[in-house]
């Protein structure tokens, strides 16, 4: 809710009965009027000014003195967060928390340039980790979701730039990335900060992965771990959200593997040894299921249909069809799931995820056997029988439901 919501709709909420208008007045009085909004104009100005000055420094940066350079970083650097502090201490935590977050871009930038100076950067790690590592601090210290998001890029950053030019994996940024800013998350659960950490994670497994040149389904062992922590969550939105990323990166393989599993050549970097594959999926899908049992959640389980490893089978029409039914059963679940919600969010997705499997499926199997029309009238058909079927569930569902609450009801 917002202040400009109450002034707009909580006149007619009055007029009808929702709240009173003393009600209402106790709520515009929780979100109080922004007062600074002119003040930003001359602020505003002034940033522009200064990144003016930044650009004239620049263009002639490699002119000036090396004392210069490093005293013009080093007042940029405390005038942004000294500037951060003073507006956050004035009650103005958003344009604070901004300049908090310039300072740490001026930071990164800072040793990069520093590090130029004195021919640094191609040989040490450490710069660009402390920079990571001042992100986790400055989240920590100021609980900013602004800041958090910033770390998880600047995390990244550090890590692709370690191993895309300096061949090496830092397991120091990874293990800061995942217990640093993981242990935030849980303890301040967000949905949207979820959703990044997430991606951020399995960007750096990634990285991990291509770096060990190891098997590309090693992959989802890390990507699975952060599926199975959003099953411990109590905040059931926050922990949906960190399992979206290694939801979409287990389909999208799928389907890859559905489209073009067909060369062993492919398949054949896919296939990790069998059985050290499987205890350590095994491993992580006990963890995953213990924490959908103690919250209450087993019924996501059929989530962990898109990690069955079809890719054992060999290229051809067998890989295509075990890939296929995967994808028809996940998609199915999903449907099926949201019905017994009543999720119309996850109705669309399900309904998105089904259409998105009959097309592979028709381009794969059928295109050189059916005409076109065929598909769109085999996959209408498809998808009308199992919207009545569900749709069928949930009346009964429904009517059980109204019955059982009419039979609890005090009699008169």
């Keep these: 809710m917002s202040r400009n919501l109450l002034e707009t709709d909580g006149p007619e909420w009055v007029r009808r009965g929702v709240i009173s208008e003393a009600q209402r007045e106790q709520l515009l009085a929780l979100y109080p009027a922004e007062a600074n909004a002119i003040g930003l104009l001359p602020l505003l100005g002034s940033l522009l000014v200064l990144l003016s000055a930044l650009s004239v420094v620049a263009a002639n940066w490699q002119s000036l003195p090396e004392l210069l350079r490093l005293g013009l970083l080093l007042a940029t650097l405390v005038a942004a967060y000294a500037g951060g502090e003073y507006f956050r201490r004035r009650g103005n935590t958003s344009l604070g928390m901004g300049l908090v977050a310039l300072g740490l871009v001026v930071f990164g930038a800072s040793i990069v340039l ?200 060999t290229g051809g029409l067998p890989l295509a069809i075990a890939t296929l039914v995967v994808l028809y059963a996940y998609s199915g679940s999903v449907l099926l799931r949201a019905h017994q919600e009543q999720n119309p969010d996850r109705v669309t997705l399900g309904t998105v995820l089904f259409v998105l499997t009959t097309a592979v499926a028709y381009f794969k199997l059928t295109w050189g056997f059916f005409d076109k029309s065929l598909f769109f009238l085999l996959g209408g058909l498809l998808l009308l029988g199992l919207g009545w079927w569900l749709q069928r569930r949930a009346a009964r569902t429904l009517a059980a439901a109204n019955a059982t609450a009419a039979s609890a009801a005090p009699k008169p």
């Design 114 to 313: 520093t590090s130029q100076l004195y021919q640094l950067i191609g040989y040490d790690l450490t710069g660009l980790l402390a920079w990571a590592v001042a992100g986790m601090g400055l989240t920590w210290l100021y609980r900013s979701r602004l800041l958090f998001l910033l770390t998880v890029v600047i995390s990244g950053i550090v890590q692709g730039y370690n191993t895309g030019q300096l061949g090496a994996f830092s397991y120091l940024t990874a293990a800061g990335t995942a217990l640093g800013l993981g242990l935030y998350w849980w303890r301040r659960p967000d949905a949207l900060l979820g959703g990044v950490l997430a991606g951020g994670l399995l960007w750096q497994a990634a990285l991990l992965i291509n770096h060990l040149h190891v098997k590309i389904t090693w992959f989802f062992i890390p990507a699975m771990l952060v599926y199975a922590l959003g099953d411990w969550q109590a905040d059931r939105p926050a922990g949906r959200a960190l399992q979206g990323p290694p939801l979409a990166a287990a389909f999208l393989f799928t389907l890859g593997l559905a489209l073009f599993g067909e060369s062993d050549f492919y398949a054949g970097q896919l296939r990790a040894p069998l059985v050290p594959y499987l205890a350590a999926l095994g491993a992580v899908l006990a963890l995953s299921l213990v924490g959908k049992q103690r919250r209450g959640r087993l019924s996501g389980a059929t989530d962990w249909l898109l990690l069955l490893p079809g890719f054992y089978f």
